[in-house]
């Protein structure tokens, strides 16, 4: 896949999709998400919340400790952006 000039699409994650502990795990769901495209500085949003921020291409790692629904979202300084909605289940 690759990403036209400007355009920012987040890898690693599929809109709608539900994340549960792996097997019997104890410990939260965590997951790995990559940028691509874009420009310069990308920085990732949680329900509207800013909780990181990454150079392009590099990966970025959410651990999810509430069951729910979030909204993750990339965008760069110039606009471009991607979100994906998934469900956190138990």
Do not use: C
């Given at each position: 896949?690759?990403?036209?000039?400007g355009d920012l699409?987040?890898?690693?994650?599929?809109?709608?999709?539900?994340?549960?502990?792996?097997?019997?795990?104890?410990?939260?769901?965590?997951?790995?998400?990559?940028?691509?495209?874009?420009?310069?500085?990308?920085?990732?949003?949680?329900?509207?919340?800013?909780?990181?921020?990454?150079?392009?291409?590099?990966?970025?790692?959410?651990?999810?400790?509430?069951?729910?629904?979030?909204?993750?979202?990339?965008?760069?300084?110039?606009?471009?952006?991607?979100?994906?909605?998934?469900?956190?289940?138990?």
């Amino acid at each position: 896949m690759n990403a036209a000039l400007g355009d920012l699409k987040i890898l690693g994650a599929r809109h709608n999709m539900k994340l549960r502990q792996a097997g019997a795990s104890t410990s939260a769901p965590t997951l790995q998400m990559t940028p691509l495209g874009g420009q310069g500085r990308v920085y990732w949003l949680v329900n509207g919340r800013l909780v990181n921020t990454t150079e392009p291409n590099q990966s970025f790692a959410h651990t999810f400790t509430e069951e729910g629904a979030y909204t993750i979202t990339a965008t760069d300084l110039t606009g471009n952006y991607d979100s994906i909605s998934l469900h956190v289940v138990q």
